[in-house]
């Protein structure tokens, strides 16, 4: 089973920038897809950014050449780089990963949530 403890969320002015970090551990064989959802005040989770292991990246389309997602496959880490935020932005990032536990098992996991705030 794998657990995720993410960071890097707070309050931040517009125009202005954070990095997420998303670190999972347990008894992980692999992982595949690593993503970033995000929900908004009074909207559903939406994917914001995911990322295979091979590095194909996909971005929602309001966050394209805004956002950066990578990944440190060693560490079993993920990052999520924002800039030029704005207050559409607002909200809850999960992180999530789907890959294999070291039993053979196929694992989804989410995080507990990061809390992003972009003033205006």
């Known amino acids: 089973q794998a657990v995720l403890e993410e960071s890097g969320g707070g309050l931040v002015q517009t125009g202005g920038s954070l990095r997420l970090s998303c670190a999972a551990s347990?008894?992980?064989?692999?992982?595949?897809?690593m993503g970033w959802y995000r929900r908004a005040p009074g909207k559903q989770r939406e994917l914001v950014a995911d990322i295979t292991s091979g590095g194909t990246t996909n971005y929602l389309d309001s966050v394209k050449g805004r956002f950066t997602i990578s990944r440190d496959n060693a560490k079993n880490t993920m990052y999520l780089q924002m800039n030029s935020l704005n207050h559409e932005d607002t909200g809850v990032y999960y992180c999530n990963t789907r890959g294999t536990t070291s039993w053979d098992l196929a694992f989804d996991a989410w995080g507990p949530g990061t809390l992003v705030i972009v003033s205006s």
């Open positions: 347990g008894s992980i064989s692999s992982i595949d897809v």
